[in-house]
């Protein structure tokens, strides 16, 4: 079955620097890849998609890549600001939340 | 306001209790999941269900039931048969079988 790694598992930025999280697949059919954001005590919440038919999406800070010859996909955020900071997951599915895998989480801390 | 509420925020059960966690969504959704997140790992699925009186076994559905009687629940009983339950649960719907997972708060189980 599919297999997601993410990395790193902590990342602390200044406010204002960019911060990216790198994750990994291992089931070529895999086609839809989501990230979510989860603050403390919340659910997590998606932020952006990318499907396999696209190589880069953006939307304003934050942008998505995917190497699909590679298997990787990284996520983005430009100008980080505190309240980017949470714990960022990335996912990977055949096109089917049944089969939705997810990584083991990235906690994203910005200084002020 | 749509959305997911989840009750309660935390729950406390002695060993060899049965439990149930209550998940509700007023979005319309069809298909409804029940996720496990322990630290450092990511999202797991216990269970899921596409369509009211239908639901099937994710990968760690041992130790867990569920029921769908209705559209908008979906509660999971953690039984006595689960031998770690202390961890964090997490509600999802969506409104088919792929898309935006939409999650609830989340439900924090302690054992005792």
């Known amino acids: 079955g599919e297999n997601v790694e993410q990395h790193p598992s902590t990342l602390s930025v200044q406010e204002g620097d960019s911060a990216v999280i790198k994750c990994t697949y291992s089931?070529?059919?895999?086609?839809?890849f989501p990230w979510y954001k989860q603050e403390l005590g919340k659910g997590p919440q998606l932020i952006i998609d990318i499907r396999s038919n696209v190589g880069e999406k953006k939307d304003q800070r934050i942008a998505v890549t995917l190497n699909k010859t590679a298997k990787h996909f990284s996520l983005h955020i430009t100008e980080t600001q505190p309240e980017d900071s949470a714990v960022y997951f990335c996912?990977?599915?055949?096109?089917?939340?049944?089969?939705?895998?997810f990584g083991a989480g990235t906690r994203l801390t910005v200084k002020p | 306001d749509g959305g997911i509420t989840q009750s309660p925020k935390y729950l406390f059960r002695k060993e060899g209790q049965n439990v149930t966690l209550s998940c509700e969504q007023n979005?319309?959704?069809?298909?409804m999941y029940w996720y496990r997140q322990d630290p450092g790992q990511g999202l797991r699925l216990i269970y899921y269900s596409q369509i009211v009186n239908d639901f099937q076994k994710g990968d760690i559905a041992e130790g867990y039931s569920v029921s769908r009687e209705k559209k908008e629940s979906f509660p999971l009983t953690v039984t006595s048969a689960q031998k770690n339950p202390t961890a964090f649960y997490l509600c999802?719907?969506?409104?088919?079988?792929?898309?935006?997972?939409?999650f609830g708060p989340g439900t924090r189980l302690t054992v005792l």
């Open positions: 999802a719907s969506t409104s088919g079988s792929w898309g935006e997972q939409f």
């Open positions: 089931d070529s059919a895999s086609n839809y």
């Open positions: 996912a990977a599915s055949m096109g089917n939340n049944n089969d939705m895998r």
């Open positions: 979005l319309n959704h069809d298909a």
